[in-house]
């Protein structure tokens, strides 16, 4: 079964220029890749834990991963991935590029599928989002700047 395309719509201003649009595009990459970086979900929650099969892979061994600091970061590839599809009046599209390998990844772990066809929410760790809190904070700095 191939991947779900992995995005997000995020409603912003329609009076917003295509330069600010842009700088909250990225400010919004920059606070996901951030909070993923420190284990949380884009609920601000904890990821669950690695599976043991994977902790004794090489992969695993090879990545210098610590069992407890789960961040899905393996070689970086897939959160560098993570960019601006489509921006509008009113809307950003934020995700992975579809059919990538990053989109893949994402997918697997957002589903929680990790190569199954189907998703098992126990071990999903869905990091792509931005709280309506996040959002704010971050289209007001980019409108202060004004």
Not at 62 to 82: E, R, T
Not at 117 to 139: H, M, Q, W, Y
Request: proline residues 3%; hydrophobic residues 30%; charged residues 35%.
């Amino acid at each position: 079964m191939p991947a779900k395309h992995q995005y997000i719509d995020v409603k912003i201003p329609k009076s917003l220029s295509k330069k600010e649009r842009r700088e909250i595009a990225d400010l919004i990459v920059e606070r996901i890749v951030d909070r993923t970086l420190d284990g949380k979900d884009k609920r601000g929650k904890g990821f669950p834990g690695y599976s043991k099969e994977y902790i004794k892979s090489l992969d695993f061994n090879n990545a210098g991963k610590s069992a407890s600091d789960v961040n899905l970061q393996l070689s970086g590839d897939m959160l560098a991935a993570l960019t601006l599809l489509n921006e509008t009046d009113g809307k950003l599209t934020i995700g992975f590029e579809d059919g990538s390998d990053e989109n893949a990844r994402a997918d697997g772990n957002i589903r929680g599928t990790y190569g199954q066809e189907r998703g098992n929410r126990k071990k999903a760790r869905d990091f792509l989002g931005v709280s309506p809190k996040e959002l704010k904070t971050i289209i007001d700095m980019v409108i202060s700047e004004r």
